[in-house]
């Protein structure tokens, strides 16, 4: 653990199937006035909506409703929203659906009292709202296992007129007072996007895992969450409603994306950076414009953090290192990543998503630049891309 | 994940060697009057008692002391404790220490404004505080990796006159609100001093890992712990000052006890139940109690639980599985762990405690029952002691 850091994580996880009781509890902490938000309405078909209704109702809370939030939350969406909370003075914001409502949720409860604009400031100018701002607190309802949004401060906002899709992460007020995780609640979602979620947590573990050289036990302890997100995904692709399998990949969702593992260490989350671009271009689903891609950029970083790939190949997928070179091995560990993702039915190559050559070049040069073991440029992206691309035609 | 859990760990820690900055900062959110609780003074002569005041001076706080908390807190000093801090009715106890000043501030804390005898009540009872009872804040700045208790609710108090050593997990009100970790700070402990605090760890790690048969997310985070913590004490016994080394120890013992590697799975505490009883026999140090009893412990279960113990061999232990029986390979790997208690210099028998052969059945009737793939009789435990003493002769 190298460096000097903070970890505050103070959300209250309720974890598993009394819903009720669960939620009845967190509820009691909270004043009369609740805004619920959801998102198209799949949780009034699914019994989510009324299980939700009847803890409200039987804590004396009166509802104020906002329904609608998109997928990718827009700046539109948000300045409604934040209108409705100020308006109406809510005592908690209570989020019941996936990341995107989390996300979104969050960015009403630090915008609601704000005096002047969110997004320029929050978003843009990536300031926090002053220590004596009223913030609302935010509690969650998850329904879809995947960004981690239930147990950090994380939020991303979409101005779609100008094209600029933005992530912030809030301070510690910001992050969910309590979230509810039932397993089951994820069952019904279509198989798709369950794999689009598997994959974006392992992405999450992956960006935080593949930098720095050092003996850190954040490594250690991502191995193995990788290792068990692997060994659950493989009963959940084949058995939608196993619970253990889904609920150890509901609970690795959130250990990936806390903070936890990053703690004392580098990251690198060039994977993310060009997904959210190919994700612009296409509407590729963002777990699968992470598949698509990873391979690819792990194959062209490989050789500057050969160590690590090798240690991945050992540790995470068992690969026998015996008269190996790291390098041999490495390159070993990378082809079980994307027979995995095969394996799984996550998308192998960005040809599937829609990408074709003409938009390479645009896409690198709108991608927001980084790197960990190698600090990428443009033409290192377009190299990335024709790579996926052409694996695709490779293998026709 | 298994069952339904509720994980709720709010403590803030501060990691680092910032500790003027960070203690400062923690300060900040509590009143004026702060109770300074330690032990024998080693903290005047390494320097930490002035980093501590010269803080506590700056952010205006008035300071009562409360010193020589031993390293197994009695009922006595609980008592003269809570009187003091009643009688000045301080904001918040400051705990600099390790685990048993944190305990024993924690004792304090419940009991301070408790209506009636705490030890009755918290302890001999296991009750909790009433809700409207008003609890003291508890911070601490850890000088000793090893229980956990900068990020629990646990506290374990000493009846010395009935000799009786009783544990508690207090709920969320009692776990510490933040936790300065400095590693540097255990630079100069004793060597047999570190050793034992990274077996206590590796011990607590896998009380709670040898249980149940299931696929739980908490068995990979366990093995991702327990394999940094191996790595670690390697390059620590050899060189005490490596701040990689001690500062993953530091960061492990934390999350080995702060309930996450336990959500969701059963546990099987008997080492520590043994152990406890071998340190009110020999006085024994706790962790070389722990090691001193492990395998013996181990080997006698194994057959219950041959399928776990084979994949901690294989996974712990990095030992080829290949042409071999989980039986075989579960035998190896408490080897592979026997061999690792030497290595780093933890006790590996309980004839070098003083346990001699007369003490055993009264070990075995004093000792608190319990199990994991194995309920535990008397008769067990005085064959389990037996094999440890023999263990010994025989090397010689």
Redesign the interface.
Known sequence: ??????????????????VDK?LKDALENYGKKVLLVYGGGSIKSNGIYDTVIKALKETGKEVVELSGVMPNPTLEKLNEGILLARNEDVDLILAVGGGSTIDYSKGVAAGAFFDGDAWTNFWLQQKEPAPDQKIIPVGSVLTLAGTGSEMNGGSVITDEKNKLKVGKVFGERLIPKFSVLN?EYTFSLPQNQMVAGIYDIMSHIMEQYFSGD????SD??????M??LI??SR?AVKDPKN???R??I???AT?ALNTLIG??KKQDWMVHMIAHTIGAFTHATHGMALSAISAAYYRFILKYGEHRFARFARVVWEIPSEGKTDSQLASEGIDALENWIKEIGAASDIEVLGVTDNMLEEIAATTFLGGGYKEITKEDIVAILKDSLKRNKNNL
Chains 1, 2 share one sequence.
């Open positions: 653990m190298l460096g000097n850091f903070i970890y505050y994580n103070p959300t209250k996880l309720y974890f598993g199937t009394e669960n397993p050092d003996d850190s036990t250690y302890i991502s191995e193995g969450l290792r068990s060994a659950s009963v619970y253990e399998a609920s150890n509901m609970w690795i250990w703690k004392g």
